[in-house]
């Protein structure tokens, strides 16, 4: 059974089948409202796994007794401004659990959709099997167990849970010698949810995450609409101070575009 839209990988000490009866119960705290169906199956010659349908949406659980190769997260937790902890948390791992939506989104709403149900999952299922960090795939995101608790809640009320979602890459302005860093930020793996990825021009920063939460703040917003990024799109964040942007499309590489965050009350 091949796995076509969003993905996630849990992070465990040791390898277990998952306890159908106590992740049900887990799902039942995290997700309460949500209709559940879970069943053991074949998903290939030589696999068997869990199919759960959550919230209708179709989603498969495979674990496997062999670490996530380092590759493929080191530059997740190399400097991972939201959780400084998250290489030492993942040295401890010796298996995995892959999660992934069954079929791949058409639109920015059913990926918005599939990435709720999926972070239910892992979170009911982090809690079953003691999961160490989450790494969402295609984006470079890393999450720790703690910050995947509190998101169920947070997807309930619409305050999508980008920073699990998404990754992220910050770049600095060159200037001169002493001058207050400018540092920008801009994100990866937004295109699924934005139809583009989103880009925050350098500037003045107290802190290095100061960019990198601006960044979120705008992706939460847009989002939570569910729909297609158009250019000029002018809207609102939610977080204190509350800001207004203008998206203004610009390109990466001469090919896809590019979401450049404008301030628009500062003209």
Known sequence: MAVLGQMCLIAVEEHRPPDLVALRRALARVVPAAPLAIERRVLDVERTGLVVTLDN??????????????????????????????????????????????????????????????????????????????????????????????????????????????????????????????????????????????????APVAELIEPVRTLFDAARALVALGAAVEDGQVFETRSEPRRVWQVRFGRAGGQQAVGMLIDAEAG
């Open 57 to 202: 949406v179709a989603l498969v659980v495979h674990g496997a007794p062999q670490r996530i190769p380092e590759a493929v997260y080191s530059a997740a937790v190399a400097g991972n401004l939201f959780w400084p902890a998250a290489a030492d948390a993942m040295a401890r791992h010796t298996a995995t659990f892959a999660l992934g939506g069954i079929e791949a989104p058409a639109s920015p709403g059913e990926a918005r959709a599939q990435s709720g149900a999926l972070t239910w999952l892992a979170a009911g299922l982090s809690l079953t099997v003691g999961g160490l960090g989450v790494h969402w795939e295609g984006t470079g995101a890393m999450t720790d167990p703690e910050r995947l608790a509190r998101a169920p809640s947070e997807i309930e009320i619409g305050a999508w849970p980008v920073d699990i979602w998404l990754g992220y890459e910050t770049f600095a302005e060159e200037g001169r010698a002493g001058a207050q860093l400018r540092l920008g930020a801009r994100t990866r793996g937004a295109r699924p949810y934005l139809g583009c990825e989103l880009e925050l021009a350098p």
